[in-house]
């Protein structure tokens, strides 16, 4: 079993920025790709950004490429999502979660979730 808290969220404007945190404990999610989703009223779940289990790949979902980064330390048992330039379309909630595959090019097999941040982002 793995748990994952997130956290960093907030109300920011427009152009500002926010750095998310993931951590999990009751196990090393070392050999996991991770993903972070967003999901808001009335619209699919999407994901957004995802990393490797080594940190080596990424992934980033086109409507934000180029402003969100993600990266990870595994040895805090820690994935982070920075996001850069934020539009007021970014507002969601922000959910971490592990996949079953160690790469970052599988989008499936995410298997356990943290209980989500909101990120929102005013014009």
């Known amino acids: 079993q793995v748990q994952l808290v997130e956290s960093g969220g907030g109300l920011v404007q427009a152009g500002g920025s926010l750095r998310l945190s993931c951590v999990a404990s009751?196990?090393?999610?070392?050999?996991?790709?991770v993903g972070w989703f967003r999901q808001t009223p009335g619209k699919e779940r999407e994901r957004v950004a995802a990393i490797s289990w080594n940190g080596g790949s990424a992934d980033y979902a086109d409507s934000v490429k180029g402003r969100f980064t993600i990266s990870r330390d595994n040895a805090k048992n820690t994935v982070y999502l920075q996001m850069n330039s934020l539009k007021p379309e970014d507002t969601a909630v922000y959910y971490c979660?592990?996949?079953?595959?160690?790469?970052?090019?599988?989008?499936?097999?995410?298997?356990?979730w943290g209980q989500g941040t909101q990120v929102t982002v005013s014009s």
């Open positions: 009751g196990r090393s999610f070392s050999r996991n790709a």
């Open positions: 979660a592990t996949s079953a595959s160690a790469y970052a090019g599988v989008n499936s097999g995410y298997n356990y």
